[in-house]
């Protein structure tokens, strides 16, 4: 085991502890709320955006309002304005829908019984630690994007044969570029 594991397990064990403390409420709340809330709402907006308006009645409508808003000003048909109002739309209902969710499972898991503490307390934990694990999938999805600048090749070779490197070579996350 290298300096490299031995820091990952550390910082997961401080998460872990933290997210303990904190409990899952506080910690669905950090992780749902400012940047993260914003970034979550696009990233579910991108990935569920196309699905929902590859729905035949959506995107008929989508497309009557572009040729609509085209007959009006051909510009407008151009930057397909109803497909940026749609998108648009789903960003604010999926905010909504996101703050709701938040604050009806933060309340049940608030609960002042015993076995909803040790639960909360338990997957505080587990949230922390697995919600930082994604953030490092993402940030390791953006190396491999710049995998072949000077700083992605060094960062590379010191994480090789290291947990994280594994993690960076089995990567699920993959942006794709082009």
Known sequence: MNSIDSVTILVAIVLAGLGLALGFGRTLK????????????????FTFGGMIAGIPAVAEQISSLNDKLGETWSFLQTIRLATVIYYVVLFFAVQIV??????????IFSADVLAMRIINRFLGGV???????????LALALLKVGENTS????????????FIGILYENNPVKFVIG
């Open 30 to 45: 950090f992780f749902t709320k400012g940047i993260f809330g914003f970034i979550l709402s696009v990233f579910v907006c």
């Open 98 to 107: 996101r703050i709701l969710v938040v604050k009806c499972v933060a309340g």
């Open 127 to 137: 949230l922390m630690v697995a919600a930082v694990f994604l953030l490092l999938l």
């Open 151 to 162: 700083f992605g090749v060094d960062m590379i070779q010191k994480i090789d044969g290291t």
